[in-house]
């Protein structure tokens, strides 16, 4: 019987990359969105993946929304804490409020994703939790004080969960994405990508959303049980840990 994969923010960018990655792989797919109603439509309409609706920074609306999921689509056994947000600002002009909204739905979303699910996952003995950090977790970036401390602390839950997950079979990784070709990205002006993004990335490009899809694919098989508690760098040989 094909695994059922939930993709948070899986309708959009690197998300719905992953998305219609695992589908293709021969999972039943649920793609979870904050509140793009109309990408979230025009995402069905192309690829045939029903999309939940609630924030991940609210543990109730996570427990409505996956007894949703799993009465609609199934028992979750791939759980892609894929959802995020940037508030940037330099930290002396940071406000409380974007320190919060980024902690909330980074970090504190991992929680109340993972959560609800891991009885479940410990009882059927499988389990597989992707988490999608950054670079910037890894090595910090001037002007994202909230999303660093928000990406970094992922990796923490991430080996620490391992360690509990292991002995009922459920592995749990992240994978830390450098520049990705997302429309947020690609938005950034052209001559500010030219000459001061792009000559940070030694492979001289951007990556691309399936590029990390295709790791999420990997880590979420059977082939990859031996791996857990791990970190993927996926940027293009900018940053090494
Ligand atoms: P996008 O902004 O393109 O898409 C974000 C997705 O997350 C959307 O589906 C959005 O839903 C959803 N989302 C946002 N907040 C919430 C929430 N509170 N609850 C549920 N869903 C939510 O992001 P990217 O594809 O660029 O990034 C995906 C992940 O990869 C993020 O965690 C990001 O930090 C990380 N990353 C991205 C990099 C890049 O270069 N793009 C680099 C390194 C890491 P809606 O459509 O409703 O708004």
């Known amino acids: 019987m094909a695994r059922v994969a939930l993709v948070t923010g899986g309708t959009r960018g690197i998300g719905a990359a992953i998305s219609v990655a695992l589908k293709a792989a021969g999972y039943k797919v649920a793609a979870n969105y904050a509140g793009n109603d109309e990408a979230a439509a025009a995402f069905t309409k192309e690829t ?3 999309t939940f609706k609630w924030s ?9 929304g996956l007894a949703k999921v799993e009465a609609e689509v199934g028992p979750v056994d791939v759980l892609v804490n894929n959802a995020g947000i940037t508030r940037d600002a330099m930290f002396h ?3 409380p409020g974007q320190w919060k909204e980024v902690i909330d739905t980074n ?3 991992l929680f109340n994703m993972t959560h609800p699910l891991w009885g479940g996952m410990r009882d059927r003995k499988f389990g597989r939790v992707i988490n999608i950090s950054s670079i910037n977790g890894q090595k910090g970036q001037a002007g994202q004080a909230n999303y660093s401390a928000a990406k970094s602390g992922d990796l923490g839950f991430t080996k620490a969960l391992a360690q509990e997950g292991a002995r009922a079979g459920i592995t749990v990784n992240a994978i830390c994405p450098g520049y990705i070709g997302t429309e947020m990205v690609r938005a ?3 001559k500010v990508l030219a000459e001061r993004i792009i000559p940070q990335i030694p492979v001289g490009r951007l990556g691309e959303p399936d590029e990390i899809a295709r790791i999420v694919t990997f880590l979420a098989s059977d082939d990859a049980g031996f791996i857990t508690g791990s970190t993927i760098s996926a940027n ?6």
Do not use: H, N, R, W
């Open 48 to 50: 045939g993946i029903p």
């Open 56 to 64: 991940v920074a609210e543990y109730d609306a996570c427990v409505a």
């Open 93 to 95: 002009k940071m406000t």
């Open 107 to 109: 970090l504190t979303g």
């Open 188 to 190: 950034i002006d052209e």
């Open 236 to 241: 293009g040989g900018q940053f090494f840990v």
